[in-house]
């Protein structure tokens, strides 16, 4: 077994890492922010409107597009690991499944993949679409003829199409649910994954400033017990501040409904749905639910750490300074979004 040593795994919070943070942070906000809001604009624009494509970009445009674009950059950081490790994943088809399991809840909402309840509710199609790409994964090793390695590669093709294609797909399912108001899934999808990566930046900070006590050194030597709390708490608030913020939106745009500021009806539907549990307060049930999505945002991140150490990489990439590679920004929401999408329809069922 190998022992990788990188150059520094010790988190030093300098003012120009700071900055540089701080600075990129800032943008990719606004980045991500703008392109919720243009899906949500477009989604709410054709309401009402009859046609196929129509029925299709009411349930999302540019955020299923886009960050279909970004999972399959995801897959090829991914791959790369295994053939670090001299396995080598049907790639060409692990890319495909990728795509077409992820974009399965949009096309089942839109009725694109029959219009009965069972066609409709994007969650079963999931995971028949799944079945199919085990199916042909195993296809595709035996017309390869060549049993070399065969498990090896199989599996890794497997793990491929599971980790960016099905785990991301619960993220495409809150947007998309085809019980969600056209354009609320948008604002919902925005709320999860805001909470999903204030975990990541209150952990960064707790731990760069208080951290003393290491959490799992043997996976991630950098993370500490002090910056876990921290992307805990972090989460928390977030998913308090922001419900709250919505709900006084909401209550004053009611309060004055003449107003000449209006609240989208996408947050309000929002607000609402996330206002709908029967046993807890609105807030209590956000705090709790950013306590949820932290613990498992940073077991994705742990998780990740575990595929780059084997593959003695200390970033999946370089395509973002400081931040890494794509990898490195989605290993928290990857595991996340299905637990946000259990929580909604299980435990609180919203959806």
Known sequence: MVRCRFPS????????????RVSYGALALTLLIALFAVDAEVGKRL?????????????????????????????????????????????????????????????????WLGDGVAQLEGAQT????????????????????????????????????????????????????????????????????????????GAFFAGSILG????????SPGKTIEGTIGGILASAGVATWLLYGATI????????????????????????????????????????????LSIAGQMGDLVESCFKRDACVKDSGQLIPRFGGILDLLDSPLVAMPVAWIVLTVVWPML
């Open 9 to 20: 795994e010790t988190k030093v919070l300098t003012a120009q890492v700071l900055i540089q």
């Open 47 to 111: 309401s009402g409107i009859d046609g196929m494509l129509a029925a299709l970009f009411q349930r999302g445009s540019v955020v299923p597009l886009l960050t279909s674009l970004v999972f399959l950059q995801g897959a090829r950081e991914l791959n790369h690991f295994y053939v670090l490790r001299g396995v080598k994943p049907y790639a060409g088809y692990a890319y495909v499944m990728v795509v077409a399991v992820f974009f399965t809840p949009w096309l089942s909402a839109a009725g």
């Open 126 to 201: 999931m995971l028949v679409v799944m079945l199919i790409a085990i199916g042909g994964a195993w296809a595709t090793a035996v017309l390869k003829r060549d049993t070399t390695d065969c498990l090896r590669n199989s599996s890794a093709t497997l793990q491929i199409i599971f980790y960016l294609g099905f785990l991301s797909s619960f993220g495409l399912q809150i947007r998309c649910g085809r019980d969600i108001p056209v354009e609320a899934g948008a604002w919902l999808m925005l709320y999860i994954l805001l909470i999903t990566k204030a975990s990541d930046i």
């Open 212 to 219: 003393r006590h290491k959490l799992w050194p043997g996976v």
């Open 249 to 292: 939106l909401v209550q004053r745009q009611l309060a004055d409904p003449g107003q000449t500021f209006q609240v989208d009806t996408g947050i309000r539907s929002m607000a609402r749905f996330l206002s709908q549990t029967t046993h807890l307060s609105p807030m209590l049930a956000a705090g709790l639910l950013g306590v949820v």
